[in-house]
């Protein structure tokens, strides 16, 4: 069973500072998830990615398949970016089926006007 | 396209009885998973259905049960309802198996 480690838990910064949260995994994917969960629950799925990187707006994330590691990055960081980045991994199953997501704990994040 | 809907959104329940909750996936979407977020262990993985036919299923007891309709509509189940179920329960859908998943507002459950 993959385990799924996030850093930094927590993390307070400045509007505009360059945010970056990193998450490893221990075995072998199928692909990795970054998704935001806000107050009261509701999660969005930020980036699905199984190689190199993707940008979205301000959000870039990076997975570096070979280190088993990928980074989540906020630009020009915003209050509104303020929310809980969870990292999750779908395992590959013997057979090809898919993907119950595993996933790690999450940073908390925090951006100060 | 609406998104994923899940009802109800809060429910109250007490200890010994049942619960059923249903999720509607976006339209078009096949699979459908099923995900436990409690504050002590975080997000777990506890069912994915795909053309009405369990495909996974993670490490939970088998008071918790799922099922998925020909519409792709699925509903957990969870029974003998003890209070380390209070969670907020949520689904993800996806076109299929693989692909990027757009999670619904979730169920929050209250077992007292």
């Known amino acids: 069973k993959n385990e799924v480690e996030q850093s930094p838990q927590n993390l307070t910064a400045q509007e505009g500072e360059f945010i970056t949260i990193n998450c490893s995994y221990s075995v072998g994917i199928s692909a990795l998830h970054w998704l935001q969960q806000h107050p009261g629950g509701g999660i969005v799925s930020l980036f699905m990615l199984s190689s190199g990187k993707k940008k979205h707006g301000r959000l870039i994330a990076t997975i570096n398949i070979q280190e088993k590691h990928s980074s989540l990055h906020i630009t020009a960081s915003h209050p509104r970016d303020s929310a809980v980045y969870i990292c999750?991994?779908?395992?590959?199953?013997?057979?090809?089926?898919?993907?119950?997501?595993?996933f790690g704990k999450g940073t908390h994040l925090i951006i100060q006007p | 396209k609406a998104g994923v809907t899940q009802t109800p959104r809060y429910l109250i329940k007490t200890r010994g009885q049942q619960v059923t909750l249903s999720c509607s996936p976006i339209s078009g979407h096949r699979s459908v998973s099923w995900y436990q977020q409690t504050p002590g262990q975080g997000l777990q993985f506890l069912f994915e259905y795909f053309s009405e036919t369990q495909r996974n299923k993670g490490n939970f007891p088998g008071r918790f049960s799922g099922r998925q309709f020909s519409n792709s509509r699925s509903e957990m189940n969870v029974s003998t309802l003890e209070l380390g179920d209070s969670a907020l329960y949520l689904c993800?859908?996806?076109?299929?198996?693989?692909?990027?998943?757009?999670f619904g507002p979730g169920t929050r459950l209250t077992v007292l």
């Open positions: 999750a991994v779908s395992d590959v199953y013997s057979g090809g089926g898919a993907d119950g997501l595993t």
């Open positions: 993800a859908s996806s076109f299929q198996q693989g692909n990027e998943q757009f």
